[in-house]
């Protein structure tokens, strides 16, 4: 029974207010107890790490609001090992379990796949916004430094390296997935050691950049530029703490066939990132050299 007043009308019928006299008269049967479930409804154990990302988050805050970025630091490092010990909590993570199991079923796929592909298509509304705002305000910087200070050789040679390391995470699922932990963990940390090259090869450029005079308040150019590359960034040096993670679960034993979706879960992130600097390359590195775009 559906509607605004469905357990009224079970429990005393539809006579108003006078189903309740017949309710209590016996007139109106009540209805019998529901059986108690065959089985036991499952419930996660109970966790402090929740509270302790709450504890960083606020320590990070507050940094931020005194300007003490040593307590910025803290807060973001308790963060990280919160979450971390959060993914490592239970002894069934990456495995199929019932109540993995049940919720495929119930949606139509696997619940935590929707949840990533969820949030990377949340993703990709914020690169879009990013990446809308470089476009339309790199016509209206006013003064140099511009276009002419990016160094293409170099961000070619990382840019190809990052694609390289998304083949190196296809190798890593391909041998998790047939149970080949010596070369899923040869691949994983290929694919970290990648992933490095490319932010170092950033960081490089950001400080030769601040060395030429392009600070990220010298004009527009540069505090879009600085914004979208550098959040990009960001992302590169998630998706590589993510994969030490995975190294260090496979060396400790916590990593075996079985879980071979956790270093797929990865994959997805890893190529989505890869993707999104393909078209930031594009726009912000290649195009800028375009006459008249």
């Known amino acids: 029974m559906r509607g605004r007043d469905a357990f009224w009308i079970t429990k005393y019928g539809r006579a108003g207010s006078r189903g309740i006299a017949m309710y209590a008269s016996g007139q ?8 108690p479930p065959s089985e036991p409804i499952h419930m996660p154990a109970p966790s402090f790490f929740p509270i302790v990302l709450a504890a960083g988050f606020f320590l990070m805050g507050l940094g931020w ?9 803290l807060g973001i490092l308790i963060m990280f090992l919160s979450i971390v010990g959060m993914a490592f909590e239970y002894p069934t993570f990456g495995q199929e379990t019932r109540e993995t199991e ?11 796949k929707v949840g990533l592909w969820s949030f990377i298509g949340s993703e990709c509304l914020f690169f879009a916004t990013l990446i809308s705002t470089f476009v339309v305000y790199k016509a209206r910087n006013l003064k140099p430094p511009g276009a002419e200070i990016l160094e293409i050789p170099l961000t070619s040679f990382s840019t190809f390296v990052l694609l390289m390391s998304s083949v190196l995470m296809v190798l890593a699922l391909n041998a998790i997935q047939r149970g080949d932990k010596r070369w899923n963990r040869i691949w ?32 527009l150019f540069s505090q879009c530029f600085y914004t979208l590359v550098g ?16 190294i260090v679960a496979s060396f400790t034993g916590k990593l075996d066939q079985s879980r071979a979706l956790s270093v797929e879960m990865a994959g997805l992130y ?23 775009v």
């Open 28 to 35: 109106i049967p009540r209805p019998a107890p529901e059986a």
């Open 270 to 292: 890893w190529h989505f990132v890869d993707i999104i600097w393909v078209i930031i390359f594009t726009l912000v590195y290649l195009m800028q050299q375009v006459k008249g």
């Open 231 to 246: 959040t990009h960034g960001t992302h590169v040096a998630i998706g590589v703490i993510w994969i030490i993670v995975l």
């Open 188 to 219: 994983l940390i290929g694919c970290a050691f990648f992933g490095l090259i490319f932010l170092g090869v950033e960081v490089h450029e950001f400080y030769g950049f601040w060395m030429k005079g392009m600070a990220y308040q010298t004009n």
């Open 102 to 112: 049940e919720a495929a079923r119930a949606v139509g796929a696997d619940v935590r």
């Open 65 to 73: 609001i005194v300007l003490w970025y040593r307590l910025v630091a």
